[in-house]
């Protein structure tokens, strides 16, 4: 996805999945990246965001087959002066991209809500208004890994290829 003319601010994502058939669900990863595009570009949450005082959260996301997650599974750390933080969502079986938001808004909000708690930070701002999708998208790089049901913290950790130490925290 294209940032429109300007580079990312104060978050870095990175999209990944598990997969048994080696599909990634496309659709869903284009909302979830829309919604961070969003939020790395919003004035309110770039404020939320600076009073963590680190200069930037590197949050990587891993979509699993259809799961219940009542609560991202998490992996957060302080690593080289960011916050890194991974977690796993459930990943829709299809819809469009823009189908998706909702989805796509309360996955994210509950991931920055975990981080919101475990750096001491206040009440997230309000999710500003989503503009619509550029009508062509640039590739969405996703990470795509077959990894056993129920990805373990340690997987989530090393998903992206990271072998920085850190310290955990999850559920």
């Known amino acids: 996805m294209e940032f429109r003319g300007r580079q990312p601010c104060w978050l870095r994502p990175h999209m990944g999945t598990t997969t048994v058939d080696g599909r990634a669900p496309q659709a869903y990863m284009v909302a979830l ?41 998490a992996d957060i750390s302080n690593v080289g002066g960011k916050v890194r933080a991974n977690f796993t969502c459930a990943a ?8 998706l938001f909702p989805l796509a808004v309360r996955e994210v909000t509950g991931m920055f809500e975990v981080i919101r708690e475990a750096i001491g930070l206040g009440d997230l701002p309000p999710v500003p208004a989503l503009p619509d999708l550029p009508e062509h998208l640039g590739e969405l790089e996703v990470t795509r890994k077959p990894l056993q049901p129920d990805v373990t913290l340690s997987q989530i950790q090393e998903f992206f290829g990271d072998d920085q130490p850190a310290t955990r925290r999850g559920d």
């Open 33 to 73: 990246r829309h919604v961070l595009v969003t939020l790395d570009a919003d004035p309110e949450w770039l404020r939320w965001w600076r009073a963590s005082g680190v200069p930037e959260c590197e949050l990587g996301i891993v979509a699993e087959d259809q799961r219940d997650h009542l609560r991202p599974s």
């Open 92 to 99: 829709p079986v299809d819809g469009r991209p823009a189908e």
